[in-house]
């Protein structure tokens, strides 16, 4: 079966520190990955997609960039993150004979 | 461009009755996917129940149904009998064309809280 993992699940980083999250998919190949962000309260914002290694496409201009270095693993980074890059970050992949998207745990960020 | 709105910022309901989420999308392609999703506290994302835009029944699982009607462009979900476990955050999202670069984009959200 397919799993999705998502590391770590809470941060707390100072502004102008950099950042790296981890998303990992087991148990298929070549699924489509995805970066959203949620701030408190709200709706999930698309950040970035790949469809496959090297190819991102991104949603929103922002302090963010994602990479993909292997066919299951999605990275997000930030140089120098700033306040407003705090909130819920939910990792996702869809593919295979499903349609829908699939979700990690999260990881919760807040910038200090 | 794709666009989900979700009219209901919150929702109060008593346990056992029915409820009704809105949702209305716009899409200039003729074939994609409309998705319902339960956020609870955790902040986990469960899946609840897919519409495909060619699919002729409205889909059903359990408890959630979707009212799709495609002209007007909205993909209501009805949860039928609802419970205390129903409290969460309710998600519409919709992708395009099931194609190597479809993305998935989501509503606003509604807040639903069942009262006992």
């Known amino acids: 079966s397919q799993t999705i993992h998502q590391w770590p699940a809470t941060l707390v980083q100072p502004v102008g520190s950099p950042l790296s999250l981890e998303c990992t998919v087991e148990?298929?190949?070549?699924?489509?990955l995805y970066w959203y962000r949620q701030a408190a309260g709200r709706g999930l914002q698309l950040l970035f997609y790949?469809?496959?290694?090297?190819?991102i496409s991104s949603e929103v201009p922002q302090n963010l960039s994602a990479s993909r270095p292997q066919d299951r693993q999605f990275i997000l980074s930030s140089k120098k993150l700033l306040l407003s890059d705090s909130g819920f970050y939910l990792c996702?992949?869809?593919?295979?004979?499903?349609?829908?998207?699939?979700f990690g745990q999260g990881t919760r960020l807040t910038v200090v | 461009a794709q666009k989900i709105t979700q009219t209901q910022p919150g929702m109060f309901v008593q346990e056992k009755e029915a409820v009704t989420l809105d949702c209305t999308y716009d899409?200039?392609?003729?074939?994609?996917?409309l998705f319902w999703y339960k956020q609870p506290s955790s902040g986990e994302m469960i899946f609840l129940i897919y519409?495909?835009?060619?699919?002729?029944q409205n889909a059903t699982e359990g408890r959630y149904s979707l009212n799709f009607q495609k002209a007007r462009k909205s993909a209501n979900l009805v949860i039928s009998a609802s419970q205390l476990g129903d409290s969460a955050m309710y998600f519409c999202?919709?992708?395009?064309?099931?194609?190597?670069?479809?993305?998935?984009?989501f509503g606003s959200g509604t807040r639903l809280s069942i009262r006992p």
């Open positions: 996702a992949w869809s593919g295979g004979r499903r349609t829908e998207a699939f």
């Open positions: 148990g298929t190949s070549n699924p489509n």
């Open positions: 790949s469809v496959g290694i090297g190819q």
């Open positions: 899409t200039s392609d003729q074939s994609y996917g």
């Open positions: 519409q495909g835009s060619y699919d002729e």
């Open positions: 999202a919709m992708r395009g064309p099931y194609s190597s670069a479809s993305k998935i984009i």
